[in-house]
C-alpha cells in the first residue's frame, strides 16, 4: 500500500469506531482514558477531556460532510452550555479545550446562538484566571488556593485560542490581550533555553517575579515531560498564528527541534525504556504539520497507524496520562484520539481549517 492508501484506511478504521462509540455513548461522555482498551463512561460533563469527544464528532463531520455528525456534535452545545452556566467544573484555564472543540466549533457551523453564548461565558471565566501583576492564566483550581496560586501549565498554550476567539467575535480586546501577554510569560520562562520545557511554572502573585519551574506528571522538575513538550510545539505554533509575533513561531521551532520525531515518544523525553505516550505524539505530530514538517510529522504519524491502533473503542492505544501518580499508564486517551484524528485530517484534507 502507498503512504496514502496507509492514511486513508487508518481514516475509514478511525470513523468506523466512531460510529460504533456515537451508539454506545449517545449523550454521555467517555472518561480521560481507557481501562484495558475500552473508555469507561463518565457520570456527567466534568473535567478537562469531554471536549475531545464532540471535536471528533466535528471531525468527522468534516472528513465526510455526512449530516448525522452534524446533528450529534450539535447535541453537545447542551450539555456544555449547562455546565458553564451551572459553573460545574471550571476553575481550570482548560475551558479553552473545552469550548473551542465543543462550542465555537458548533457556533461556526450552525451559528446557534446558545453555542456562542456559552463559548463566550467560558471565555469570561478564563479572563478571570489572569493574575496581575504577572499577567499570566493561573492553571488550575480556585485562584485562593497557596498550592496553585500563581502556577501555569504548558498546557494552557493550546488554551488562548478561545480568547482569541472571544476578542475577534466581539471586538473587545481585552481577551486577546490576556492571551498574548501569557503566552509571552511561557516564552520567556516555560520554555527553557536548551529547548525543552517545564511543564509547570510559578509567578509569585504579589510581585508577579517568575519563581520556578515544577513538574506534576513529568519525572521530575528538570525533566521534559513528552506531552508538556508536544503541547509547546503546536500550542507556541497557534499563538504565532492568531498574533503574527515571530517570536511565538520561533519558540514553537525550538520546541519541535527538541522533540524526538523518529517515532512515538517515551512518556518522558528524560527517560529510555519506559511505556510510551502516543498522545504526546499525536498531539506533536499535528504541530509538526503545522510547521510544515512533513517528513518528521508522517514518521511519527506511520508509526501511531502501524503500531498503536487500539483493538478497542479508543483509536489509539500505549498513552499515558499520569506516570507519577499511576494514572491512566499504557492506555488510549480521548485526547490522543482526538489530535490522531486531527492529524489524518490534516494530512488527507490539505485546506482543512483547524478549530483552534
Ligand atoms: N492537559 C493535561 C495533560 O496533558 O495531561
Redesign the pocket.
Known sequence: MTAIDVTAAAVTAALSIIDANLAEFGDRYPD?TTVGDRYPMRAANTG??TSFWPGMIWLAHDLTGDERYLAAGTDHVRSFASRVADRVDVDTH?LG?LYTLSCVTAYRRTGEKRAKQAALAAADHLLARVLEPAGIIQAWGDLRDPAQRGRT?I?SL?NTPLLFWASAETGDPRYADAARRHAEQLRDHILRPDGSTFHTFYWDPVSGEPLRGETE?GHADDSCWA??QA?GIYGFYLNYRHTGDASFLAAAQRCADHFPADDVPYWDLSLVDVERDS?AAA?AVCGLLALGRRDAAGTVLGSLISDYTSPGNALLRHGV??KPKGIGVDEG?L?GDYFYLEALTRVTRPDWTDPW
Open positions: 480521560d478537562w477531556t482548560d479545550f501549565i498546557d493550546m506528571q506531552r508538556g503541547w498522545s498531539i496520562y499520569d486517551t485526547w
